[in-house]
């Protein structure tokens, strides 16, 4: 674990969750969270992160997400990239793997 986020960081810098409540309930929830904070999985080396982006959370699933009207990303997923843009800040990020989302 790279990064601990608080349930109060997050809803500062993720302006958006709340609107993720109605999938997925309160913050920080049961996906990538240690039941008090948000965590972000990886490694920072220097001014270079090597992260695992969280699944989508529908892995039974995995394609509702990204074709479903009302499905949103979890807390984690939303706090790892919050992670990125807002704390790490990120230059770029190099995505490898298959369904990125990126």
Not at 86 to 98: E, N, P, R, Y
Request: no cysteine; charged share 20%.
């Amino acid at each position: 674990v790279e990064y601990r986020m608080s349930v109060d960081e997050y809803g500062n810098l993720t302006p958006y969750s709340q609107e993720l409540e109605e999938n997925w309930g309160k913050p920080p929830g049961n996906l990538n969270s240690d039941g008090a904070n948000l965590l972000v999985y990886g490694k920072k080396f220097g001014n270079i992160f090597i992260g695992v982006q969280p699944s989508f959370g529908y892995e039974g699933d995995p394609m509702r997400l990204l074709f479903s009207k009302s499905a949103s990303p979890h807390h984690g997923f939303a706090a790892y990239h919050t992670y990125l843009e807002k704390i790490f800040k990120a230059d770029a990020v190099l995505h490898f793997g298959t369904h990125g989302s990126l």
